[in-house]
């Protein structure tokens, strides 16, 4: 089991930042990749970033290339994603996921945090 617990959501303004941090405990983190999803209200659950064990490679949603950055300290047991330029539409819950391998997809990943709110006003 991996337990994995967000924080950093809140409420920001349009063009704000704000950086998310997911810290696991539980199996090793650097044996999982980690992934970033997110799910506004009556909308299904949406990838968002994914990165690597290593760190060393990513994938990123194109709606947020260039202002979503997903990293990772396997020192610290923690993946972070940093949120720039932020819009409205960017409102969601946030969830931090583990998997065994680099997906898109939320059947994917194996372990799930409880999420953390993250809201744009305009």
């Known amino acids: 089991q991996v337990q994995l617990v967000e924080s950093g959501g809140g409420l920001v303004q349009a063009g704000g930042s704000l950086r998310l941090s997911c810290a696991a405990s539980?199996?090793?983190?650097?044996?999982?990749?980690m992934g970033w999803f997110r799910q506004a209200p009556g909308k299904e659950r949406e990838f968002v970033a994914a990165i690597i064990r290593s760190g060393g490679g990513t994938a990123t949603k194109d709606s947020v290339k260039g202002r979503f950055t997903i990293s990772r300290d396997n020192f610290k047991d923690t993946v972070y994603l940093q949120m720039n330029s932020l819009k409205p539409e960017d409102t969601a819950v946030y969830y931090c996921?583990?998997?065994?391998?680099?997906?898109?997809?939320?059947?994917?990943?194996?372990?799930w945090g409880q999420g953390t709110q993250v809201t744009v006003s305009s």
């Open positions: 996921a583990a998997g065994a391998r680099l997906g898109v997809r939320p059947d994917e990943y194996l372990y």
């Open positions: 539980g199996r090793t983190f650097s044996n999982y990749v």
